[in-house]
């Protein structure tokens, strides 16, 4: 099966910070989605993206599906920011995690 | 639109006991997921409805969790007897079809925790 990886797996910011975390995944997918788990556990869908450039506010998300990855930028990070950072590939008919990215932004 | 409604949100039994989660897809959203989260690893498909019928249950770790959707609505997912190991948080999510411009919406999750 289709395996997806996360860099870095952990991030440590300032507040006000810029950061880019990225997506790698081993074959073709059908789409790509990226989520925020706040530290109260609850998975935040932040964008929908099989391919070019979003923005929402402070954050945009760049897939490159031909070259197989995709981006997450957020810029200016705030406290809030903070928690784990997952893409998903949607895969046949299924989506498929990457391991996640723990962001910690300090105040 | 009403998300996609998990109960109950946290759950301690013990170890053997027995624990059934709820998940209320979107209104008109055919397709169903389960999802789990087991100790801060990586999030784990268990399976995937399509309306009542069980599209792909391959994630199912064992005999001991059951779900099921009957009437092609809301699903539960049973956990009987639980085992230490079964701690985490489930997450079920649903999506208008299968197809992939079709995102998918989680619910908050269901945080079981079994002693």
């Known amino acids: 099966g289709i395996q997806v990886e996360q860099s870095p797996p952990d991030l440590i910011l300032q507040e006000g910070a810029n950061s880019t975390l990225r997506c790698n995944f081993s074959?073709?997918?059908?789409?790509l989605q990226w989520f925020h788990q706040n530290p109260w556990g609850q998975l935040i869908n932040l964008f929908y993206i099989p391919s070019g450039t979003k923005q929402n506010g402070r954050l945009s998300a760049t897939t490159v599906a031909t070259e197989r990855y995709s981006l997450l930028y957020i810029s200016s990070s705030q406290t809030t920011d903070s928690g784990v950072y997952f893409c998903a590939a949607h895969y046949g008919q299924n989506f498929v995690f990457g391991p996640g990215t723990r962001l910690s932004v300090l105040p | 639109e009403a998300g996609v409604t998990q109960f109950p949100s946290h759950s301690v039994i013990e170890k053997g006991q027995t624990v059934t989660l709820r998940c209320d897809p979107i209104?008109?959203?055919?397709?169903l997921y389960w999802y789990r989260r087991v100790m801060g690893k990586e999030i784990k498909f268990l399976l995937h409805f399509v309306k009542e019928s069980k599209q792909d249950e391959s994630g199912m770790p064992n005999n001991r969790f059951l779900a099921e959707r009957t009437g092609g609505t809301y699903s539960t997912l049973k956990v009987q007897p639980a085992e230490l190991e079964d701690s985490g948080v489930y997450f079920c999510?649903?999506?208008?079809?299968?197809?992939?411009?079709?995102?998918?919406?989680f619910g908050n999750g269901t945080r079981l925790t079994v002693t």
């Open positions: 209104s008109g959203h055919d397709n």
């Open positions: 999510a649903s999506s208008r079809t299968s197809s992939y411009n079709s995102p998918l919406h």
């Open positions: 074959d073709s997918v059908n789409n």
